[in-house]
Structures are given as C-alpha cells and as structure tokens.
C-alpha cells in the first residue's frame, strides 16, 4: 500500500487579472485616494474658519489651536485604523477594505459640512468636530495602508516605483482638489459668508463626489499577490510533500516597522508642514489675503505633483536608497531658508512652497513601492498600517499644532531645526535598510 500523500490540485481562478484591467484598477484606486485625500486636506485648508465657527470666538489664537489639535487628533486615530484594518485587507483582501474606507471618510466629511456650530450648541459643535475626524482618522490609516500595498502589488515588478507614485500623485491631486476649491469659495464669497457657512461647500462636495468613487472601486480586481498568498497556502494545507513557509521572525518585523517609523519621519513632518500648515502660516501670521495663499499653494502642488512620477522612474533605474537620502540632505539645508522667505507677498508662498515640495516629492514617489518591499505579504498591510500610520500620527499630524504653538512662543525657528533633525533619522534608517528595487512581491 503506497504511503505517498495524496496531492490535491488547487484550483485555477476564473478572475485572472490582465494588464487592461489592472491598468483599470489603478485608475479606480488612485480616483478613491485622490477623494479621500482631498476630504482629508479640506480640513487644514479650512482650518481658521472652522476655527470661528466650532470654538469659543473670544480667543481667535486659542480656537485656531484648539482646531489644529483635532487635525492632530484625527491622525492619532491612523495607527488604531492602520491595525484594525490592515489585519483585515491581509485576511478579506485589499478592495473591501478600499471600499469601506471610502464610504467612512465620505461620512464623516458630511458630518462636519452639516453640523451646528459653537453659537448653536456650544461645546457640543467642538465635540462633533472630534468625533467626526477621529473616524476620519481611523478609516484614514486603513486607506493609506491599503492603498500603498494594492498598487504596489498589481505594479510590474520592474515598474514598481512609476506605479507606486500614483499614490503620492493623489495624494498631492486631493490637498491641490482642496485648495483649489478652498480658493474659488474665498475668491466668491466675502469673508463674513466663508466664515458663516461657505467653509462647508468642501466638504459636503467631497460627501458626494465619493459616490462616483465608490462605483469605480466595486470594479477593481483584487490583488493576485493577495490571491497567490491563499493559493499558495492551500497548496502546503494539500501536500506534505511542500514544506512551510518559514515563520516571520519577530525581531525582523519589529527592526522593519522601526525602520519605517524612523524613515518615514522627516518626510510625512516636511509634507505636512509644506500642504497644511504653509498657507495657514501665511495668513495668521505674515497677513496673506487667504485666496491669494490659497492660489499659491495650489500652483506649488501641482508643481510638485507633475515631477513625481519622474522620481518613481528614476527609483526603478537607480534604487530607492539614493533618493530618499538625497531629500534628506536637501531638506536640511533648505528648511530653514524657505521657511524665512514667506512674507505677505503671495509669490513669496509661491517659491518656497515649491522648492519645499519638489523635494518632498523625491521620497513621497518611492513610498509605495520602499513600503510594500518591507513587508512580507501575509503581514504587508499590517506592518505598513501601523509603521506609515505611527509616524504620520507623531510626525504628521501634530506639524501643524507644534508650528502654530512654537510660534505663538516666539521660537518659530525651533520647528524648522525639528524638521532637519527628523530628515537626518530618515537618512541613518535608510541608509540601515537593504535596496529593494525590483523585488518579487510574492516571494516576500
């Protein structure tokens, strides 16, 4: 009697991708990022007159702090949102989570366009408003997650970083959406009706164009890497012959998530202080007309924005290491300068901003991809979800909160040496990390 182990075939899936549609669900991705960024930015964009309408108007500095706090506060909420999430996209797949994500932040993006303000309920306006953007923030760290691990994986091997900047590009393409509608509501409206009820348009739009997102989402394909995860194991659950995969070694996970942690530092601060926190710098404290402020910010975006997807090309012909290592040398000679440039002159805005932003740019094109090639798959999402969303939440989201307080301090300068010190942690984690170009995904 043959003692052989019985082999079960596993069988071929009907749902195969091809290049079209991968091409397809790129488009569906990237429209659902740019939506959800855009919601996310709105928020920072509209910042002062939020400000007016949800905190006590008897303390100008103190409301415009208290709202900037929320924006810290929704991003505390990513890494919760990373977990809770990105275990799920590793076990459901990535485009339920894509899909949940979308419908959470267009809600919590209706909530803040139609709810009462401080004159109305008091207190219970600013209770609202955190409410609402810790759910952002939550449905946030899954998305970002998600999103970074979905393109990266349905990339050619060999393309990985030109796909992998469309990420970046939605995310600069939703902050520019935001500020571009930021500057049409100001340049129509006068200032008593934007600070009354016109800050609202942003958001109760962005409610309703995610229904068009979401009809592009319920068509992308899932991940294939995601799919031969399962396949793969269920062909060692069939066969004794096929040995298991070796465990994940928990010192290599946690010195992968503490890499990504420290790399990811000086370019989330730098990235947010240059989308959110430059133009509300402008107007509070060097007297900018806010859609002049506006305007500037929107031309430094899509500035920055055109020039990723030569950076995510440049990583595939030379690596990733030497370019986020040659942001961060960049960004710490020229923080300090730029910063010092902005006066009330929008072209000053112009400049800086766009200068800045070329050089966020540089690792902001390579995320995707450095990201999705530290991780294994059974654990991509997870380990992108908390790491990414970790050092967003510390270094990102409190940018705004920590400028706007070292300047109401009088030491204003101490943000900008913040900055160079968190740029020189992402050159010494990279310069710790392996190059990763061109790695099979499925393989990881």
Known sequence: MSTQPTITAVPERSDATTPASRRRSLVASTVGNVLEWYEWSAYAVFAPFIAAAMFDPGDPVSALLATLAVFAVGFLMRPLGGIVFGRISDRAGRKFVLITTMLMMAGGSLVIGL?????????????????????????????SATANTYVAEIAPPHRRGLWGSIVFVAIFAGSVLAYTVGGAVSAVLDKGALTEWGWRIPFILGAFLALAALYLRKGMDESEVFHDKDDDAARV?????????????????????????????????SHYTWTSYASTYAITQRGMPASAAYWSSVAAQVIALLSLPFWGWLS??????????????????????????????????LVAASLALLIVAIPGALLSSTLSESFPTRVRTQGIGFAYSVSVAVFGGSAPYLNAQLIEWDAGWMFSVYIMVLCACTAVAVWLMPETKGIDLKDA
């Open 316 to 349: 595939d012909k030379i690596g990733r290491r030497p370019l986020i290592i040659g942001f961060a040398v960049l960004m710490i000679l020229f923080q300090l300068p730029l910063t010092g440039m902005i006066t009330s002159a929008p072209w000053t805005l």
């Open 237 to 269: 659950a069939s066969s004794a012959q096929v040995a298991a995969p070796a465990p994940l070694s928990r010192k290599q996970l946690v010195r992968s998530i503490l890499l990504v942690i420290a790399m990811t530092s000086g370019i989330t601060a």
């Open 115 to 143: 709810m009462p303000t401080y004159a109305t309920v008091g207190v219970w306006a600013s209770v609202i408003l955190l409410l609402a953007r810790m759910a952002q923030g939550f449905a946030h760290g899954g998305e």
